[in-house]
């Protein structure tokens, strides 16, 4: 199977930041829903992440002060009520599943290249 390609003036399209998670939470009633609050170092404040990880994630407290990777220009969506204005950035499922993060501290909202 072929996968279809993009050009490089699309894939630039796509913002790509280091955020800070300051809290993350199960969302009630669900099964693989956490509720991220994550700092890009943005003057409007930290952002909502709704993402569905929590499968990935037996102790939500452990994401606290990490930071990792996050599509940042994506038109805010509603998830089981909540808005999500971002998404996670990871790779693989199941046993290989894996958050993109830095090797080293960096700023909140460093942007990819």
């Known amino acids: 199977m072929t996968k279809s390609r993009i050009s490089l003036e ?3 399209k796509i913002e790509v ?3 800070t998670v300051r809290s993350a939470e199960r969302v009630p009633e669900t099964d693989k829903l ?3 609050t994550v700092d890009f170092g943005e003057d409007s404040g930290p952002r909502q ?3 569905g990880i929590a499968v990935y994630v037996p102790e939500t407290e452990s994401l606290i002060g ?3 990777a996050f599509v940042t220009n994506l038109e805010p969506r509603t998830i089981r009520g ?3 204005d971002g998404m996670l950035f990871a790779v693989g499922s199941g046993e290989s599943f894996a958050f993109l993060a830095p ?3 960096v700023s909140p909202g460093t942007s990819a290249h």
């Open 17 to 19: 930041k280091i955020g």
């Open 10 to 12: 699309d894939f630039s």
């Open 82 to 84: 909540l808005e999500s």
């Open 103 to 105: 090797d080293r501290e």
């Open 34 to 36: 956490l509720r991220l």
């Open 66 to 68: 990490r930071q990792l």
């Open 49 to 51: 992440i709704i993402s």
